[in-house]
């Protein structure tokens, strides 16, 4: 075994993995698993630049996360930042104040690197099964951009677009500095017709119809995936490798582009960071549905963080 850290920030949020990983078994076993909603990402799409208060908040997650690191004990450590710190101007700052925190650089890692990261994450533990046919179409919406991977033991094609929760939401809902609740009919039409573009993009380079099993990653995904169940609170062992169809996300996405804040925030498993970016975010993974024709969704808690730790191992 060898004690491996992962650090994965994206635009929403900074997640930690710490675990033992032994690459001969392929077993991965968690010590320390967490996330913060620091929205490195607000304002980028507007402003090309990360907020002052947007990089404290970042920051004070990192000395959080440093000295969990330091507790366990871990030999290695890898820091890789997605879609919002590679498209910021002063992207510099951030990786300033991130390796005096932490002591090692964050990699901004292109969206194709991104893509493979996330597809060995959520499909690892899956070799074998002989309940999910393969190809796998590996869905990882985050808050600036959505991941689409195509494979088998391996990666066939993959492609970055920018359709994120948190973009969608900044760019179509927020009007004088507010979000709209619940938003307009031509609003989620001006979201719906990007998400239709950029899965027109994704398509040019991989085959989207052609999977036979549909994997979806990361906070946008489990939420839907925990409200289908009426989780009385998140549970991620509920929520891993659960499986929701196109009828339910159809049903629950309707219900949260026509619900106010209060009512989204009062959802027993809904994070209070998930609030005002959820709709969005559930309207991408309806279209990529839609587009492909997925029955369901394979959910899965695993993802770009455990791609990293393998990477690490």
């Avoid at 967490?34 to 507007?46: E, F, K, S």
């Avoid at 970055?160 to 039409?189: F, K, N, W, Y």
């Avoid at 994704?202 to 169940?229: D, N």
Wanted: net charge negative; charged share 30%.
């Amino acid at each position: 075994m060898t004690r491996v850290a992962a650090i994965d920030c994206g635009t929403n949020s900074i997640r930690l993995l710490v675990a033992d990983a032994d690459p001969a078994t392929g077993e991965l076993v968690d010590l320390d698993r967490r996330m913060t909603i620091v929205r490195l990402g607000q304002g980028v799409d507007r402003t090309g630049r990360l907020a002052p208060d947007a990089l404290e908040r970042t920051f004070a997650a990192c000395r959080e996360y440093a000295r969990a690191v330091k507790e366990h004990g871990a030999e290695r450590l890898r820091f890789v930042a997605t879609s919002a710190s590679r498209d910021a101007e002063n992207r510099d700052e951030f990786v300033r104040g991130v390796l005096d925190i932490l002591g090692v650089e964050p990699e901004v890692i292109s969206g194709d690197q991104e893509a493979e990261f996330s597809f060995t994450g959520a499909t690892r533990e899956l070799t074998g099964r002989d309940d999910l046919d393969r190809p796998y179409l590996v869905v990882d919406i985050g808050g600036g951009s959505t991941e689409f991977v195509v494979g088998d033991d391996r990666v066939r094609a993959a492609r970055s677009v920018d359709i994120g929760c948190v973009r969608m939401t900044e760019r179509h809902l927020v009007r004088d500095g507010a979000v709209t609740d619940p938003p307009t009919g031509e609003q989620v039409a001006a979201i719906r017709a990007d998400i239709e573009a950029a899965l027109d993009l994704a398509e040019r380079s991989v085959p989207l119809r052609e999977a036979r099993t549909l994997v979806g990653l990361a906070g946008s995904v489990t939420t839907i995936a925990a409200i289908a169940q009426d989780l009385p609170a998140y549970d991620s062992e509920a929520i891993h490798h659960s499986r929701v169809s196109v009828d339910r996300v159809r049903e629950i996405t309707g219900r949260l582009l026509s619900s106010t804040h209060a009512e989204r925030a009062a959802i027993p498993s809904m994070h209070p960071g998930r609030v005002d970016v959820i709709g969005a975010g559930a309207l991408v993974l309806l279209a990529i549905m839609e587009r492909t024709g997925a029955a369901e969704v394979v959910v899965s808690e695993h993802d770009i963080l455990d791609g990293i730790a393998w990477s690490v191992a």
